[in-house]
């Protein structure tokens, strides 16, 4: 039913209602002047409701003082917990009306990948800065038209990829930048777990479902973010083992990229399969990483004996809080909309090989 709702909701109109709306019509308010950023969460599924909820109550520099919901009956759950005021509550209908509203600084997108696009835009039209789930969308152009938004509204867009503000994982950034034990081979890089749901936004692709885009993008990070560079070619392999489930998109995904320094990555990511893994191997080292993109933490070793095992009370509330920052002080964001771009690009070459059965160049 949540799927048929936000499907319904996408196919009303109100996308191509939001060309009308811009910073000439709708002037947002003056933003009270305190140390904590006020934000709204849009969408209050399981990783609103489980994840950033709770991690919003430990942040320093924001706080949790509004919400955008389709489904009345969360309103009552959310008030009594949260303190919700009732002028802080909206629908998807009357959402932008939100940019009259100086409680609201943030604006975090957490809704099914194709709603990406048309909130990020109607966020930055109404004058509030924009935290973005990943997958930042389905496709490279829906990720062009997010950054000019908030480009033209003169707003931050953060991508929500809270294992970039993870210092286990800064540490492997650090290895592959500062090249200890030479230039990188080979990486193995793994992200999927086995999802037993049928009926969920994840197996619609009108909904931007699919394995690639979700957990894919942890497995591709993991290379990008080892190697320092970008993938210049991939070759992919996407295939099920429950057809009765996954009709449209893929459940598992294989890929392989090379990069311009001529290391390669052997990456995987699946609905069917748990798995949580980076190995690097270097020409006199090797790193690895079990879990990588964990929520309860990750950590590693390197053959010179070295730990990576720095712990983080919580990954969401770090993250919120860093962005916060870079809103306050008017710094770059650790992950700006760029860099989903980045996936995105290389997330829709895998796509075009494992249709077309062939090296593709990115």
């Known amino acids: 039913m949540e799927n048929k709702r936000r499907i319904f909701i996408q ?27 006020g934000i709204a969460l849009v969408g209050l599924g399981y990783y609103s409701r489980d994840l950033l909820a709770p991690a919003l109550l430990l942040t320093k520099h924001c706080e949790l003082r509004g919400i955008v919901t389709g489904s009345p009956e969360k309103i009552p759950i959310w008030k009594a917990k949260y303190g919700i005021k009732d002028q802080n509550i909206y629908n998807y209908t009357n959402f932008d009306s939100i940019a009259n509203n100086p409680d609201i600084d943030v604006v975090y997108v957490v809704l099914p990948p194709s709603m ?43 991508i929500g990829y809270r294992c970039q503000h993870d210092p286990n ?44 885009g979700d957990m894919g993008v942890y497995a591709l990070q993991a290379a990008r973010l080892a190697t320092g560079e970008e993938p210049i070619s991939v070759v992919a392999q996407a295939s099920t083992t429950r057809p009765e489930i996954y009709k449209e998109v893929e459940e598992t995904m294989m890929f392989q990229l090379t990069f311009p320094s001529g290391a390669l990555a052997a990456c995987q990511t699946s609905f069917g399969i748990n798995m949580n893994h980076l190995h690097v191997v270097y020409e006199k080292g090797w790193l690895k990483m079990e879990p990588h993109s964990s929520y309860r933490g990750n950590n590693g070793s390197m053959s010179n004996g070295t730990l990576i095992n720095y712990p983080i009370p919580n990954q969401q509330a770090k993250q919120m809080d860093n962005d ?6 008017n710094t770059d964001m650790l992950v700006p909309g760029e860099e989903g771009l980045r996936d995105i690009n290389v997330v829709e070459a895998v796509y075009k090989s494992a249709q077309q059965q062939c090296a593709i160049k990115i």
């Open 11 to 37: 196919n009303t109109g109100i996308i191509t209602a939001t060309a009308a709306f811009s910073p000439n019509i709708l002037l947002s308010a003056t933003r009270k002047s305190n140390k904590k950023l």
């Open 116 to 158: 990406h696009a048309e909130y990020t835009i109607r966020a930055a039209n109404a004058g509030k800065h924009v935290w973005c789930e990943k997958p930042m969308a389905p496709t490279v152009s829906a990720c062009e038209a997010m950054i000019k938004a908030c480009k033209d509204n003169k707003v931050k867009l953060a």
């Open 169 to 212: 994982i800064q540490a492997y950034m650090k290895v592959g930048k500062e090249r200890p034990f030479g230039k990188i081979k080979m990486i193995n890089a793994a992200a999927g777990y086995f999802d037993g749901r049928a009926d969920h936004w994840k197996q619609s692709k009108e909904m931007g479902g699919g394995a690639m």
């Open 324 to 329: 916060a920052l870079a809103i306050l002080n």
